[in-house]
């Protein structure tokens, strides 16, 4: 039974690079897909749609962020109770960050300068500092804290809590919580929309995503989707977003003016992270249920390609690096 179903249908389960050195201009985005069930990251070069790279990290991998300059990306272990940082000029774990509970979602500051790793186990989150991992602060959360996004000028972070049907606002600074927004129920994968007015919250057992304005932190509108919605990634100018439904095997396209749902792409068993290459305008989603990675032009949105990657691919979070390395 994936991960995916364990978190959405029994509340009480226990959760159970090639890089080659070009000038900047000529640099590649390049996609890092956790595979929970093989313990590694699938490196996926976006100009060729080829795995270049297999890198091994801790047990049953989950979340990931790449830092803004491309240079690491950072990989939560669930089982492991850790986080892997990758050195993606590399291909090779540099460093991992060790807790006591159990990492799902993950975010970094604007500056890079720290690490948000989500305990879901222990409701909190840990505010780690990447330059000295040993030097971090918890701050208590909702029940069952996942997704994760920061505010375009990095003041606030955003937390999907699960348990708790509603998004805790974070003060960056003070790491206090400012506010808390109510959503559907069992809120999980969020995203932040690349102009920054507006925050999309994946509501698992509503079958629908809640429209959060930036500016007030309220919802403004509900957006019915797909079976058992997973993830969401929106397009570079925020007119369109993508929504992954687990239980359709489909990706749910979405007009972000008219929040109509425009087609429904099918894609590989049991899609779950998904994200927008702005590059190359397409779209990655990761499928836990076969192992691989489907492609979307983003353009026509229709089924490019069918990447295999490692066993049960999951890559929950932004997980493409855009940024030069």
Known sequence: MPFTRL?????????TLTFICVGVADAQPYAYITNQGSNNVSVIDV???KIIATIPVG??????VISSDGRKAYVSNVES?????????HHQVIDEINIEGSPVGLALSTDDRVIFIADWFDDKILAVNTANTLKRNTISIGKAPAGMAVSIDGRQLYVANRD????????TTTLQIISRIPVGKH????????????????NV?????????????????TIKVGDHPYCVTVSQDSRQLYVTNTQADTVSVIDAATLMITTSVPVNTVPEGIAYAAKYNKVYVASWGDDTVSVIDATSNKRLASI????QSRAFGPFIAEAPH
């Open 308 to 311: 295999p990657t490692g066993k």
């Open 7 to 15: 978190l959405f249908t029994n509340t009480i389960a226990t959760l």
């Open 47 to 49: 100009a060729t749609d």
């Open 205 to 221: 057992q509503e079958d629908s995503v809640s429209v959060v304005d930036t500016t007030e932190n309220k919802v403004i509108g």
């Open 81 to 89: 109770q850790s986080v892997s940082i990758i050195d993606t000029a």
């Open 164 to 171: 708790s049907n509603d998004i805790a606002v974070i003060d």
């Open 59 to 64: 047990k049953a991998p989950v979340g990931v």
């Open 187 to 202: 809120p999980f994968g969020i995203a932040r929309s690349p102009d920054g007015n507006r925050l999309y919250v994946v």
